[in-house]
Structures are given as structure tokens and as C-alpha cells.
């Protein structure tokens, strides 16, 4: 039997007002799982993919890629190991049109230094799959998924195969004999690049949905902000576009072709715009053409991020505010990175820091619209 208690028991007693509290977080009980752990994995898969990005733009700036001529998933983990093995692999090379017009003054040392950067990429690319397929095994085994999850987290797997196998389809448009080729197909490149920055998105979707009760996204959503998560959706589709017409320059070197700014040859537009025929064509392979396009897209960009952020200045919530102040800064300094770029010739250094900035770009933009979706509510002394 309970012993005699106060009448006042349950206001003066921590212990009898816990005995008595209602249930809170019933719309997370049973559906939440391992939310936080999963969040965990996910920011190692989203990592791996931010190295991979870089290392797979100095891969291209190196011009390693076609080093290695084959596609072997699995046996092909293995890098040569003995000088009888570094000779075949380099005489496959010797047999394709890179070395044939490009590279004839290569000697086997000088393979090693390209083969490496090419091996390394595809290793990432096998450590990516292998984290996503263990973290997947053991969430599920364990029957830790939230609930509607389990199909999210296999899209990031099936998109993380697909990428392999564009991968492959990418580098043999180089690995030609006879066709002239020294680099891989630009708009291959440029589908390679941009399934990349799809993968970086989902996950960074996911971390950000993963950072939150159900509950809190629930709540969250009645405020949404239809008109700015609209505008910044298409702030985010317009990077996308610039990102792939960067894509397109790398994989001409275009960045190369015209090292004046504001001007291009001492002109407004490029000479020899068309080189090329059909005309269409151009739009893929004329460094001078595909230059100026990614100028224009690049100006157009900056000023439709303004208009965005303008809009995103009046937001209600502190928090979404700051997310646009971030976006716009981040967007100044591409701009000006981008500059950069074409005045250095698109010296390694400068190159891939241009990339990588485009990454940062791309999350923060992905966040303000995360944001205008499920804003934070401020309390008064915030603002």
C-alpha cells in the first residue's frame, strides 16, 4: 500500500509531477528509429561525396582520367603490383589517341603520377558504396529506420550506382583508338558532374530533415513560406544550370581559351564563336561559345540570387534571413573566385577551389530553402 501523501504532493513534488505528466513526442514514438545515428552516417556519406567532387576535379584538371581503360568494378580495386603488371597497364594507355596525340613524350613514371589520381577516384567511388551498404545492413537489421525512410535511404544507394556506371560511360567516350579523341565527351562529363551534386542535395535534404523531430517538421510546416521556398527553388535550379555549363567548360578546358575580363579577345563577344559545324555543336565544343555562355548564365545568376535574396531579407524568422545573408555572400565570392579563374587561365589552384566553392554554394542555397519549408520559429528577444 502508497503511504499517506500531501494533498499538495503533486505541485510541491518534482517526482509526483513526473508521475503525472502527459506523454509527450506520441507522433515520434515508434516511427522516429535511430534518427540520429542514421543523421551521423549520412554526413559520412555527404563528406565522402565532397572529397569525391574534388578529387574528381583534379582528376580532370590533371588529365588522369583516361589512365585507367577498363572498367572493373570489383578487380579492379587493385592497383598494379609488380613492374610487369604498371607495363601492361601502361601500354593499354600507349594504344589509346590521348597518348598517341597528347602524351607521346610520357615515360612509365610519368603514367604512375596520372594512374594514381584516376585509381583514388574510383577507390572513393568503391568506399562511398561500401559506407552507404554497411550503414544500410546494419540500420535495417536492426530495425532502426523511421518509418517512410527506408525508401529514401534506398534512393541514395541507387543514385550512388547510377553514378558508377555514368562514371564509366563518361570516361569510355576518351578511351578511343583512331577517333581523335584526348578527353571524354563534354556533356558526359557535365551528366557526371551534375548526378554528383544531385547525390550532395538528397543527402543534404536528409541531414537536415534528420536534424528535426517529426513533430517539430510537422508543426514547422504550417509556416511554410510558399513564395520564397518558391523563389529559391528556382535560385537552386538556376545554380544547377551553371554548375553543368561549368561542367562543359572543364571538360574543353575553356577556361583557358579566353584570359581577359570583362572582354573575351578584346571583345564583348568571342571571335570564332563557331568553329564548329552543324552550329549546334558549338554549344558543346567551342571553348570561346561555351565560355561566354558560362559568363552570361554566371551574370544573370548573381542578379536573380539578389532579387532572392531581397525577398528573403523580409522573411519573418531570424534564422531564414541569416540563410539568405549566407547565400548571397557565398554567391559574391563565386563570382569573384570565378574572376579569378579566367585571369589565372584556370590554373589548378584556383580551379578547384572555384568547384569546391560551388559545393558550399549549392548546400547553403539548399538550406534557405530547407528553411522557408520548415522555418524555425524565433522568440521575441531574437526577432
Known amino acids: 500500500m502508497s503511504g499517506k501523501r500531501s494533498i499538495f504532493e503533486e505541485v510541491a513534488s518534482p517526482e509526483a509531477a513526473a508521475k503525472t505528466a502527459p506523454a509527450t513526442g506520441v507522433i515520434d514514438r515508434g516511427r522516429r528509429g535511430a534518427?540520429?545515428?542514421i543523421r551521423i552516417w549520412l554526413m559520412i556519406l555527404f563528406a565522402l561525396v565532397f572529397v569525391m567532387i574534388a578529387v574528381g576535379g583534379l582528376t580532370r584538371l590533371t588529365d588522369s582520367g583516361l589512365s585507367i581503360t577498363e572498367w572493373k568494378p570489383f578487380t579492379g580495386a587493385l592497383p598494379p603490383l609488380t613492374q610487369a603488371h604498371w607495363e601492361a597497364e601502361f601500354a593499354k594507355y600507349q594504344a589509346i589517341d590521348q597518348f598517341r596525340i597528347m602524351n607521346q613524350w610520357m615515360d612509365l613514371s610519368d603514367f604512375k603520377a596520372i594512374y594514381w589520381w584516376e585509381w583514388g577516384h574510383r577507390q572513393l567511388g568503391r568506399v562511398i558504396g561500401l559506407v552507404w551498404a554497411v550503414g544500410f545492413v546494419y540500420f535495417t537489421l536492426r530495425r532502426q529506420v523511421p518509418v517512410g525512410w527506408t525508401s529514401k535511404l534506398w534512393l541514395v544507394g541507387l543514385l550512388g550506382g547510377a553514378q558508377g556506371a555514368i562514371g564509366w560511360w563518361m570516361v569510355s567516350s576518351g578511351v578511343t583508338q583512331g577517333e581523335g579523341a584526348t578527353s571524354v565527351a563534354s556533356y558526359r562529363l557535365a551528366t557526371h558532374l551534375g548526378l554528383a551534386f544531385i547525390i550532395l542535395g538528397v543527402l543534404a535534404w536528409y541531414i537536415m530533415l534528420l536534424g528535426r523531430t517529426e513533430r517539430d517538421l510537422m508543426q514547422a510546416r504550417r509556416s511554410k513560406e510558399a513564395k520564397?521556398?518558391?523563389?529559391?527553388?528556382?535560385?537552386?535550379?538556376?545554380?544547377?544550370?551553371?554548375?553543368?555549363?561549368?561542367?562543359l567548360v572543364a571538360g574543353i578546358d575553356a577556361g583557358r581559351s579566353y584570359t581577359d575580363w570583362p572582354m573575351m579577345g578584346g571583345q564583348w563577344f568571342p571571335p570564332n564563336a563557331f568553329p564548329v559545324e552543324p552550329m549546334w555543336r558549338n554549344i558543346f565544343e567551342s571553348p570561346g561559345l561555351v565560355q561566354f555562355i558560362h559568363r552570361i548564365t554566371g551574370y544573370l545568376l548573381a542578379?536573380?540570387?539578389?532579387?532572392?535574396?531581397?525577398r528573403g531579407r523580409r522573411s519573418a524568422h531570424r534564422r531564414t534571413r541569416f540563410a539568405f545573408n549566407a547565400v548571397i555572400a557565398a554567391l559574391a565570392l563565386q563570382i569573384a573566385l570565378g574572376i579569378t579563374t579566367v585571369l589565372y587561365g584556370a590554373a589548378w589552384q584556383v580551379a578547384i577551389l572555384h568547384q569546391g566553392l560551388a559545393v558550399v554554394l549549392w548546400v547553403l542555397i539548399l538550406r534557405a530553402r530547407f528553411l522557408t519549408a520548415y522555418p524555425i520559429q524565433s522568440s521575441i528577444r531574437e526577432g
Do not use: D, E, K, Y
Not at 520564397?228 to 561542367?247: C, E, Y
Not at 542578379?303 to 531581397?310: D, E, M, N, P, S
Open 303 to 310: 542578379a536573380f540570387g539578389v532579387v532572392v535574396w531581397l
Open 35 to 37: 534518427r540520429r545515428g
Open 228 to 247: 520564397l521556398f518558391g523563389l529559391s527553388t528556382g535560385l537552386l535550379h538556376f545554380a544547377f544550370l551553371q554548375i553543368l555549363i561549368g561542367a
